[in-house]
């Protein structure tokens, strides 16, 4: 597989989401460091029946950003994707689309801003190389962390863009965040 798997038109993505923290998540040093105790996690699920690859839904996923930006009323959404530094969703965008669709991949990271204040934090959990648990297992997980709960604003227009790719079911975790493992062994990294 190269990148992010074939990206072609509108797959027929299946969605998950999540609120709360299972033990397994991985928390990026934002969350911490930005107090974003927050966690809604929305999981695309890469395997698809009809064909032998793992897919990227790009399209939907560029509705699900828009969607979370525009819900938020965010100023700036800006994206760290691999390259040096950070840059704007656009620009993102207009690189993804100078590409082949089987060279697609989400970004790292996206940040959403409003007055030079972070709103909420995105981390791409890259369970598709690894399998993992469920749900997240062979999946892109967009992990939404933020100081507030963000259910309320998002989960309706999620509803109206993943209408025929989510259950509209919730998968509810923890509302405590996990420990990173060397907090739990009392440790501090180098």
């Not at 072609?8 to 928390?27: D, K, T, W």
């Not at 965010?74 to 089987?102: A, C, N, W």
């Amino acid at each position: 597989m190269r990148g992010g798997g074939r990206s072609a038109g509108r797959m027929n993505s299946h969605i998950s989401i999540v609120e709360g923290f299972h033990p397994y998540v991985h928390l990026p040093k934002e969350v911490e460091e930005k107090g974003l105790i927050h966690r809604i996690a929305v999981i695309f699920h890469t395997a698809r029946e009809e064909v032998d690859y793992m897919v990227f839904d790009f399209p939907l996923f560029f509705e699900f950003i828009q969607t979370i930006g525009q819900s938020l009323t965010s100023e700036m959404i800006e994206v760290k994707d691999g390259t040096k530094g950070r840059h704007s969703f656009r620009d993102y965008i207009d690189s993804q689309l100078r590409i082949g669709p089987e060279d697609r991949f989400p970004p790292k990271e996206i940040y959403f801003y409003k007055k030079s204040e972070i709103q909420c934090f995105l981390a791409t959990e890259f369970w598709v190389y690894a399998g993992g648990p469920q749900p997240y297992s062979d999946s892109y997980t967009f992990s939404i962390y933020s100081k507030d709960k963000l259910g309320d604003l998002l989960l309706e227009p999620l509803k109206k863009i993943f209408k025929g790719h989510w259950s509209g079911e919730l998968i509810f975790g923890s509302n405590d965040p996990p420990k990173n493992w060397w907090k739990k062994l009392r440790l501090k990294p180098k």
